[in-house]
């Protein structure tokens, strides 16, 4: 895979995330109670969530080379920031 795919990939993800923050957690009843089908940013500040985040430190880690860490050993370096930093330090989801 060559680097404007990656971007290409995060990207998308991106936005596909932070277009879903609003609902995360609704039912389909209430998304579409609330805005019908959603095919556009629903908040005007809208932000990816924790999931945006995490997928971006992935990449970075597999751009370094680095291996994930197994269970109950210490997070690889790119993780540490975010394992220091505390709930709700993440994004705007987690912190509901």
Do not use: K, Q
């Not at 940013?41 to 880690?61: H, N, S």
């Amino acid at each position: 895979m060559n680097n404007d795919r990656a971007r290409g990939a995060l990207l998308g993800l991106a936005i596909g995330d932070a277009m879903g923050a609003p609902t995360e957690g609704m039912t389909l009843h209430a998304i579409r109670e609330r805005w019908g089908r959603v095919r556009g940013f629903v908040d005007p500040e809208a932000a990816g969530t924790d999931d945006t985040e995490y997928a971006v430190l992935c990449a970075r880690g597999v751009l370094r080379g680095e291996r994930t860490s197994p269970p109950g050993s210490s997070p690889t370096p790119g993780w540490r920031p975010c394992a220091r930093s505390g709930p709700g330090s993440t994004g705007p989801a987690s912190a509901r």
